[in-house]
């Protein structure tokens, strides 16, 4: 039989103008359970592209114009009425017959939209029509002179779509799939014409070619049942003969074998995922295309088909005459990257027949967006966003004002308006309410911990606490004179870890703590007083109104704490991490002097000894006198530089400053090392970013940044041999001063009305303590962290008041939430989608919620004593610069100093930030103004004398805050001092815009519609008129 003859039943891709659309309406076939439901569409017998001006003018009007429901009986096309009078009548009444749902009876839709919504809406608890993730791929026929023809993978798709690249040796980028919009026409014209076939049970390719294309020839069916050659197969082909022959006898005895690149792409595809098989190519026996769609149910693993070993459920099959392999390849990409649609992917599961599935493509046709051809280069891939905005919107019709979907969370602008929040009116009730809340997830608060971020996370934060804890500490040491004990932090740490609500906030030594310490140390020196004992009557004062702070339920208060003082205080406790860190960097060039004056060629003659001070202090001769030194007996000459500094001699000569040689390389070494050790971390931990690596190995080195650092520098610093100065820990548990015991009695020396009188102190103490306490618990608890076990404000008010009161008695530091050390822990234990398509960002799952971490954290701080041998060894300005980056990290989220840089960028170069779409550039600007000076007056009252009232100011932003509201209107403040993260307002913005649009152009789109259907109606009359009156114009 010739060729003209075989191709005689095949079915056409493009619709012919010689035979209407829907002369051969599409029916569905009852069968038994086990057969294919088949529809076989159209039968035109031609394929043109050279189309005339009425198949252009329907064209257009069919897909650009108001989408026509496709089940409706309303006409699809007023312009073709218009032009064509009855002649189309008669045309438009055979395509309204085609597009009625066949074998069902089903409702009257708007909109392709509309029909996709009440697919997708309805309740089917069929399991084999559940919608899975995919993997698609597209194979495509490749014949060579003197080789049998195969099919050879060309593309694949998981989320985005990747390319063999033409020299067919490695796969592409993953990039967004950009198709024109005549292959998405052409594809519908396919879907329209072929042979669809839903629910067919088929085990092997064999069944499927035999039993669904049985109207094909013989060449047909062995075509496609031709070998498939895979990308992983070219690499194998690519080793040596030894090694390519091995990895044959491995596959021999195992199909399912897979390489390296195999496994590791497998990990990436989500599990129960299912295939999607694409099959286009050319056939020189051909002369009209050959199109069919088919789902198999259930599923069915078809060996060597797919790349993966992954059941397969739809197959799209496109053969054609030779000459329009690229017209091919472009509508195969075109149903790949429909079926990565989220949409489009559950109607094709849940299509009951081939309407529902053009329904689905004209719902795509609505979304998509067209970018002229003069504008951009089509041959550029585009990146994968980072963000993907939800698709829900298009899967429910039931939208709310707000752009949001009926059935699904609406955002509270407040975010503090959570139940933990609500006073209930009984003593210790919210205390009640929070060991009931977080008991049922104890157990879970240690199981969660089994990971290797949380082995990462305690030993970073280890030496991230060490830096505070010994910085702080020094200073409080230095500022009470060596009174305060440092094992306070191990204690006091643990005993918060174990109990507290929520254990996710790192206690320490803080800023606004050590000032106030100072204060007290100075006043007790002044007046004479035992400054332990009286700081212990303050300690118990404060312990006991945290308690009842937390009896009355005063921790709803919260509520009362905006974004505005959040970030002004967060900003201030940031501010001060990186001025200690920067502030002991330089006092380290009082101890390790260099010469600004340095002469290179003098070097030779520059000198540095110790002699006998030749007019010694009032002050030296004291020192002498009680040390019982005479001056004249010392050999000063031998003296070291220590010996020299302890017996109060004088440096003399060109190498020596004022307070002893200079020492140029140890204070160079120590600036190399801090900023080193600023940007090696910084760099590290944005390493999980970049392009280098697997996405295990960067997000190991990402996780574990700051302790690579620390142990790099230590290895250098090692190596060089260079005397920077270290990390000192005592090596034995014991009060800090001999003069003091383990516990300080609250009386003491001091009178007794100091034990009455200390509760005025103790007020304001309470109140920095509860404002540091609970301003960082609401930045941790924030809602964009995605928390789960729920929130402990009582709880952990109660935890600190309680250490409080213990670590006074005992003479220890004051621990309270550390602002920064909070935020850096909660960043260093979020969870991200491990099972991530190529090219698609990790989405961001919550945060690791558990207790482990901070338990270790202080169980090793406590244990640092047994740890000497090693801890000696880092450097100091290792942990200052530590010190540095948690500060400066802990800056990017406050949105304080975004909102700073905008006094220096023009209009047009400003961030797309949400605030500025509602809010006023002037109005921005004094919002930050007013916070940028309630910030500065912060660090002035810090620094100065009056910084005993330093809790009563941070109190005082709260009043600021409520005092705003006469400058700012409230909607302008809902935008500028609000908890919501950006993405999840931009989303609502998005939505708005979107549902104003739609309904824009619904009530356009019913306006029309009406008009054609009463157009309809007149002419349906018409026609019965002429029918029945006329007969004889009949």
Not at 821 to 832: F, P
């Amino acid at each position: 039989m010739d060729t003209a003859d075989q191709g005689a039943q095949i079915e056409p891709l493009l619709p012919s103008a010689s035979s209407p659309i829907g002369s051969s309406v599409g029916r569905r076939s009852l069968r038994n359970d086990d057969e294919a439901v088949v529809d076989r569409g159209g039968t035109r017998s031609e394929q043109r592209t050279n189309f005339e001006q009425e198949d252009l003018e329907g064209h257009r009007t069919l897909y650009i114009g108001v989408h026509v429901p496709l089940g409706s009986t309303r006409h699809r096309s007023h312009r073709r009425h218009r032009h064509h009078g009855n002649k189309y009548s008669r045309r438009r009444s055979k395509e309204r017959a085609r597009t009625l749902v066949e074998g069902r009876e089903s409702p009257i839709y708007d909109t392709p939209s509309q029909r996709v919504q009440f697919l997708l809406g309805a309740e089917d608890d069929d399991e084999e029509h559940i919608p899975h993730d995919l993997f698609t791929e597209m194979d495509e026929i490749c014949v060579r002179e003197g080789q049998d023809s195969e099919w050879r993978e060309s593309a694949r798709w998981l989320k985005f779509e990747e390319d063999v690249e033409d020299g067919g040796e490695r796969w592409s980028k993953p990039y967004v799939a950009t198709l024109s919009l005549h292959s998405l026409f052409e594809l519908r014209c396919c879907i329209i014409n072929s042979t669809v076939l839903l629910d067919m049970r088929a085990s092997t390719i064999e069944e499927i070619a035999g039993n669904d294309l049985n109207s094909l020839r013989k060449k047909v069916r062995e075509t496609l049942l031709k070998q498939h050659h895979h990308q992983n197969q070219k690499k194998l082909a690519n080793r040596l003969p030894l090694v390519r022959s091995i990895a044959d006898i491995g596959r021999k005895t195992s199909e399912l074998h897979l390489d390296k690149n195999d496994i590791h792409f497998m990990k990436k595809i989500p599990p129960g995922a299912e295939a999607c098989n694409v099959l286009v190519g050319e056939l020189e026996f051909l002369n009209k295309p050959v199109v069919a769609f088919v789902r198999l149910s259930p599923a069915v693993l078809l060996n060597g088909l797919a790349e993966v070993p992954i059941a397969t459920r739809f197959l799209f099959i496109l053969l054609g005459p030779l000459g329009r392999g690229p017209q091919y390849h472009e509508i195969g990409r075109s149903i790949a990257t429909l079926m990565t649609d989220e949409v489009f992917h559950d109607v094709a599961y849940k299509a009951k027949d081939r309407n529902d599935i053009i329904a689905g493509i004209d719902e795509f046709l609505d979304q998509v967006t067209v970018l002229p051809p003069g504008e951009w280069d089509p041959s550029i891939r585009i990146e994968p966003p980072k963000n993907v905005p939800s698709q829900e919107k298009r899967k429910k019709s039931n939208i709310l004002p707000n752009g949001l979907v009926e059935g699904d969370e609406e955002e509270e602008h407040d975010a503090h308006g959570s139940p933990e929040l609500q006073r209930t009116g009984r003593w210790f009730g919210g205390l009640i309410l929070d060991i009931k809340r977080k008991v049922p997830h104890y157990l879970s608060d240690y199981t969660d911990a089994f990971s290797l971020q949380c082995v990462a996370s305690f030993l970073f934060l280890y030496c991230a606490c060490m830096s505070p804890v010994i910085t702080f500490g020094g200073l409080l040491g230095e500022a009470t004179e060596g009174r305060i004990s440092l094992f306070g932090a191990s204690l006091t740490g643990i005993a918060y870890s174990l109990f507290a609500g929520q254990p996710l906030t790192i206690l320490g030594s803080t800023g606004p703590v050590l000032v106030f310490e100072k204060i007290l140390f100075k006043f007790c020196k002044y007046y004479g007083l035992s400054y332990l004992s009286l700081r212990t009557c303050i300690g118990l004062w404060t312990a006991f109104l945290c308690i009842l702070l937390v009896a009355t339920d005063a921790s709803s208060l919260v509520c009362y704490i905006t974004r505005f003082t959040e970030e002004a205080f967060a900003s201030l406790i940031c501010i001060i991490f990186i001025y200690e860190a920067l502030e002991k960097l330089i006092h380290l060039g009082k101890h390790y002097p260099f010469n600004k004056n340095n002469n290179l060629d003098k070097l030779t003659l520059y000198s540095c000894s110790c002699v006998e001070p030749s007019d010694p202090t009032n002050g030296t001769l004291k020192y002498w006198e009680m040390n019982n030194i005479t001056a004249s007996e010392i050999y000063w000459e031998a003296l070291e530089v220590k010996g020299c500094i302890e017996n109060r001699g004088e440096f003399v000569g060109s190498a020596c400053g004022p307070q002893g040689p200079y020492v140029p390389d140890v204070l160079f070494w120590c600036v190399i090392l801090f900023f080193s050790t600023v940007f090696m971390s910084a760099f590290l931990k944005e390493f999980k970013f970049s392009n280098y690596f697997p996405t295990k190995v960067r997000s190991v080195i990402s996780d574990f940044a700051v302790f690579i650092t620390i142990l790099t520098m230590v290895l250098v610093d090692y190596a060089l041999g260079v005397p920077s100065p270290k990390l000192k820990v005592p090596s034995v548990f014991k009060p800090t001063r001999d003069d003091r015991g383990w516990f300080i009695t609250p009386l003491g020396p001091n009178p007794w009305w100091t034990a009455v009188i200390t509760v005025v102190p103790a007020m304001l103490c309470t109140i920095l303590i509860f404002m540091d306490q609970q301003i960082t618990a609401v930045i941790i608890n924030r809602k964009e962290h995605k928390l789960k076990k729920g929130c402990g404000y009582h709880l952990d008010l109660f935890m600190v008041g309680v250490m409080l009161g213990v670590c006074s008695l005992m003479g220890l530091p004051w621990f309270v939430a550390a602002t920064v050390l909070s935020i850096t822990h909660v960043n260093s234990l979020k969870l991200e989608s491990e099972c991530s398509a190529p090219g698609e960002q990790p989405k961001f799952l919550g945060i690791r919620e558990q207790r482990f971490t901070g338990l270790m954290i202080f169980a090793l701080m406590g244990c640092s004593v047994f740890m000497t041998s090693v801890l000696k060894f880092i450097p100091m300005p290792v942990l200052y610069g530590v010190f540095l980056y948690m500060g400066a990290s802990s800056l990017r989220g406050i949105q304080l100093f975004d909102r700073l840089r905008l006094f220096g960028m023009p209009a047009k170069h400003q961030p797309d930030f949400i605030y500025l779409r509602h809010v006023p550039l002037r109005k921005v600007h004094l919002f930050t103004i007013i916070q940028l000076s309630c910030l500065v007056l912060l660090w002035i009252i810090k620094t100065s004398r009056a910084a005993i009232v330093f809790p009563m100011m941070v109190l005082a932003l709260v009043f600021i805050r409520k005092l705003m509201d006469c400058i700012f209107t409230k909607r302008e403040l809902s935008w500028l001092d609000d908890l919501m993260p950006e993405s999840k307002k931009k989303k609502l913005e998005d939505a708005e815009e979107v549902l104003k649009k739609s309904n824009k152009k619904k009530s356009h789109s019913n306006i029309l519609l009406d008009c054609l259907s009463l157009w309809h109606c007149f002419d349906k009359l018409m026609q019965f008129y002429n029918i029945y009156f006329c007969p004889e114009l009949h």
